[in-house]
């Protein structure tokens, strides 16, 4: 699990901070416009959403751990590439291109994940893998704002881009598919989680394959709640060093300090949600909740704003925490409705979704900036989104899982 948390930090370092380069004078030192600044942005999600099922086929038949250190080696360099090109268009498709090579990432790591837990610890390790979302942004938000303000914004992407490389080499030396290959498990424990793992399969309805899952009650319900989850996860993620700025008028370093908050809150809350979704095996009632929450939040941020700087953000903080809580459950739905031989793919189908819902949440919320001069219209869309994403949720219908058969292996 750390090797996993790590990896998918680094992937969110080198997704997230390109907020912070836009926060820094991107634009007008490429001399390019607040809206093509705001395209560059949201063409990374264009290149993740492509290749998310192909990649989830790979991990599945071939090897997640080779996948992921490629997307390491990938992402890393093309992320290092963002602070050396100096041409609209080449920048344009280097972004695009870091978005194909980090799409690998998370499915690989959500089917990896299947291979080594129990539904009754599943929601856990996904909090763990999702963690490295909001710590991720919690440590950048504090460090890279100074690292700007130290060095330029051009070399900031280069010293948070290379060390995904140096990364994939300690990886590949540390991660294993399954359980079977890893040296330090013993064989008793190894027999144990692979049988408990297969009388899970067995009561999961077959699905022969994914236009099978299709037409499982709930999977194109789950993609619809999920691009609208991103679209206002996304918008939130990329322009919130922005939108501070503009209202607080704050240096870079201080605006750093200030986007950090919100992730500290979800940090608290995705462990917190994870535990007690686990203890109940109760996925829907953690989700939906949250959501609703923040796009409430959110909203109220958006109508205080005009009022006082500290009461919007204070609702920001709130809205930041909530809008993460609920990734351990929501992501622990799949595997329990469906079986290994396609769960890969609809989680893959799920995230390509999300990141259409990144593509447009990040697209719009910077183009609202432009247009209007100020944050308040990118609260109120990103309001509305995670809004429908939690009302959605509370249509889907899922049975509650069975208690396993086998005692847990890990509390």
Not at 2 to 22: C, E, H, K, Q, W
Not at 315 to 326: K, Q, R, S, T
Request: hydrophobic fraction near 55%.
């Amino acid at each position: 699990m750390p090797a996993v948390f790590i990896t998918y930090s680094l992937a969110y370092l080198d997704r997230a901070n390109y907020g912070f380069g836009a926060a820094a004078g991107l634009a007008p030192t490429l001399n390019i416009s607040n809206a093509r600044s705001a395209f560059l942005g949201s063409l990374f999600f264009l290149g993740y959403f492509l290749f998310q099922i192909p990649a989830a086929n790979y991990a599945r038949r071939k090897s997640a751990t080779w996948l992921v250190f490629y997307s390491l080696i990938g992402f890393g360099s093309l992320a290092a590439l963002t602070g050396v090109i100096r041409v609209f268009w080449l920048l344009a498709l280097c972004r695009m291109l870091l978005g194909v090579a980090q799409s690998a990432v998370f499915p690989g790591m959500l089917i990896l994940l299947t291979h080594w837990f129990t539904r009754a610890e599943r929601s856990r390790a996904n909090a763990i893998l999702i963690l490295g979302n909001p710590v991720t942004v919690l440590w950048m938000s504090a460090v890279t704002g100074f690292l700007i303000k130290a060095v330029g914004w051009q070399m900031m992407f280069i010293l948070e881009g290379l060390p995904a490389v140096l990364w994939a080499v300690a990886w590949v030396l540390v991660a294993r598919d399954r359980p079977s290959q890893a040296p330090w498990l013993s064989k008793d424990c190894c027999d144990q989680l692979t049988r408990e793992l297969e009388l899970e399969q067995t009561t999961i309805p077959a699905r022969a394959d994914l236009s099978a899952a299709l037409r499982a009650p709930g999977v194109v319900l789950l993609c619809v709640q999920f691009f609208f989850w991103s679209v206002g996860v996304y918008g939130f993620v990329i322009w919130l060093p922005t939108m501070i700025r503009a209202g607080s008028s704050r240096g870079i370093g201080a605006v750093g300090l200030l986007s950090a908050v919100p992730f500290l809150l979800a940090v608290i809350l995705m462990l917190c949600v994870a535990h007690f979704s686990d203890r109940a095996l109760n996925r829907k009632r953690y989700v939906g909740p949250f959501l609703v929450a923040s796009g409430i939040a959110l909203f109220t941020s958006y109508a205080t704003a005009g009022h006082s700087f500290w009461l919007a953000y204070a609702f920001l903080i709130v809205a930041g925490g909530a809008m993460y809580a609920p990734y351990g459950p929501f992501f622990s739905i799949v595997p329990e409705i469906l079986p290994s031989n396609v769960s890969g793919q609809v989680f893959a189908l799920i995230n390509s979704c999300g990141a259409l819902g990144g593509f447009v949440g990040t697209w719009l919320v910077g183009m609202l900036q432009a247009l209007t001069g100020n944050s308040r219209a990118g609260f109120l869309f990103m309001s509305m989104s995670l809004t429908v994403a939690g009302a959605i949720i509370f249509f889907l219908r899922t049975a509650k899982p069975e208690k396993p058969l086998m005692k847990p292996l890990r509390a």
